[in-house]
């Protein structure tokens, strides 16, 4: 029977933890990432196949974030957020909202304070764009889409 030993591997972008499985046979060594059962591969020693599941996994995670981005800018073009834009728009008009900035900061204590700027500067810009000038939902989507 083949021992199967684990390892943690650190995502070096967002620090999450993804979990190497690992065994020998006669031919070197093979593994296999737990949460991305595609990347499987063979080294002839166990720190050769460390880092190629971990240059596969970079591969990996790139191909998922990718895929992601390409199926959100299909739901924006599909019109599949324009009804929680149009309601945002309406609640806005309506004087319901509030500084993101400024609830986050309420809210959430362990809040960045470069993401709450970045979303002040993005949703200030998107109210200025919409008080300042004619506006139609694609270009409020499409700015909103940009700048966050």
Known sequence: MTS????????????EIYTANIWENSEGWNGSIQEFPEVKCHAKTKEALMRTLEVRLREALAAHADAWDRQIEADVDAGKFDAIAERVIADFDAGKCKDLGVFLAQH???????????????????????????????DFRAYTYEEL
Do not use: F
């Not at 960045?112 to 000038?133: E, F, H, I, N, Y």
């Open 4 to 15: 199967v030993y684990t390892h943690e591997i650190q995502d070096p972008d967002d620090g």
């Open 108 to 138: 959430s204590s362990d809040a960045p304070g470069a993401v709450l700027q970045s979303l002040k500067t993005a949703l200030l810009g998107c109210r200025d764009a919409k008080v300042g000038r004619p506006q139609n939902l694609s």
